[in-house]
């Protein structure tokens, strides 16, 4: 049971503190099982399931069985057992630690609205007006999302704008996995990166805390090329202390090595990929950000509108809700431009950090002071009211 990446050595399915014990609850002990048994992957309906495919199920069930009472989520259905899987491999297999995750994630995506990002479109349009960051419409040679970075493009200085963007990448890039896929791959174009054009490091901050907290083990594989040599030199440094599964999950590579392209089209079809990302492609994937927000090629957008009930839209239909114009901002909005004042943005990253202290009271008045300003913004802007 082991997936590849296409390097070198096969990465275990399970962090390596598992391959040879049971999925356990943390509050029980835990019996020894025979050193060749390992979790069997699930791969053939022939296959014959050992007791531990067994207790695997059994863990799923668990905990899907405790978070009845937590909010649901319709593009992170807990009936979907490779979700609830995830939080499992993230804490290790303990049960009590995964169903704690998977509960803040829930509340995470119901106080920031990520089912719900149709509501920030005008923040996203802006933010991705230079198409710094893009899934683009095909898969890896494994079936993941490719998420293309451009951190030269920066274009807003905006924390919770860029934060809103980024979050709707991740989540467009989830909707565009195929059957059975479960990571992504991001290639970074680091050409031209200067401390000038780098996004706000409370950003960044605040997107890494998100993606471990809220999305883990959704990495499948980091490309970095043409980096320059400071921020080659920090990763050597650093990466003697990361986990060895994830350290080689990170490749950095020149497009002017032959060798090291040979390496990104073993993961990436390089027929696919633009001159800039090492491929021999369209110059460009999508030609503006008005082509690549099309409802028609989005899939994000598609699958909120599938999953959205009519109530919960005041009425509106899924494809009315796609085919709806963007309003034009309000005179004080245009005036603001990219600052941390667009419309609906304030909300954002106080509710991102509400979310890990959702049992407080005080976390809790924090929301919804923020869904009043949303809801202000909303007005302000002209958009939709929501029920």
């Not at 460009?284 to 099309?294: H, I, K, P, Q, T």
Request: aromatic residues 6%; glycine residues 8%; contains cysteine.
């Amino acid at each position: 049971g082991v997936i590849t990446l296409g390097l070198s050595q096969p990465v275990p399915r399970w962090p390596r503190s598992m391959q040879n014990k049971w999925f356990r609850r943390s509050t029980k002990p835990t019996p020894t099982a025979p050193a060749n048994a390992g979790l069997a992957s699930r791969t053939s309906s022939s296959a014959s399931f050992t007791s531990a495919d067994d207790e695997l199920g059994g863990a799923v069930a668990r905990v899907r069985a405790a978070l009845v009472d937590a909010p649901e989520s319709a593009l992170m259905p807990l009936d979907d057992d490779s979700c609830v899987m995830r939080f499992l491999r993230a804490r290790n297999g303990d049960e009590d630690a995964a169903t704690a995750m998977l509960r803040a994630a829930l509340l995470w995506r119901r106080d920031f609205g990520a089912d719900h990002l149709a509501d920030h479109r005008d923040i996203i349009r802006t933010e991705l007006e230079t198409l710094k960051l893009t899934v683009a419409p095909f898969l890896d040679r494994h079936g993941r999302a490719v998420i293309l970075s451009v951190p030269r493009r920066e274009n807003t200085k905006s924390v919770q704008g860029n934060i809103v963007m980024r979050v709707y990448t991740v989540e467009r890039a989830v909707a565009s996995m195929a059957q059975g896929a479960d990571k992504m791959t991001f290639i970074t174009d680091c050409r031209g990166f200067a401390m000038a054009n780098s996004p706000p490091r409370e950003m960044f901050r605040e997107v890494v805390r998100i993606f471990q907290d809220y999305y883990p083990e959704r990495l499948g594989l980091a490309i970095v090329l043409d980096a320059p040599w400071a921020i080659s030199e920090l990763w050597r440094a650093v990466s003697r202390w990361v986990d060895p599964v994830t350290r080689a999950k990170v490749l950095f590579l020149s497009t002017a090595s032959a060798e090291d392209m040979r390496t990104l089209d073993a993961q990436v079809p390089r027929e696919k990929l633009p001159p800039s990302f090492g491929g021999t492609g369209p110059d460009a994937v999508f030609a503006s950000v008005d082509e690549y927000l099309r409802p028609d090629v989005d899939p994000y957008f598609q699958a909120a509108a599938r999953a959205m009930p009519t109530a919960a839209r005041g009425g509106a239909q899924g494809p009315a809700l796609l085919a709806r114009q963007n309003p034009q901002p309000s005179r004080k909005t245009r005036r603001s431009g990219s600052s941390s004042r667009e419309a609906g943005a304030p909300s954002v990253l106080l509710l991102g950090r509400g979310a890990g202290r959702a049992q407080s009271v005080q976390g809790a008045g924090r929301r919804r002071q923020g869904r009043e300003i949303a809801a202000s913004g909303r007005r302000e802007a002209g958009w939709p009211a929501m029920t």
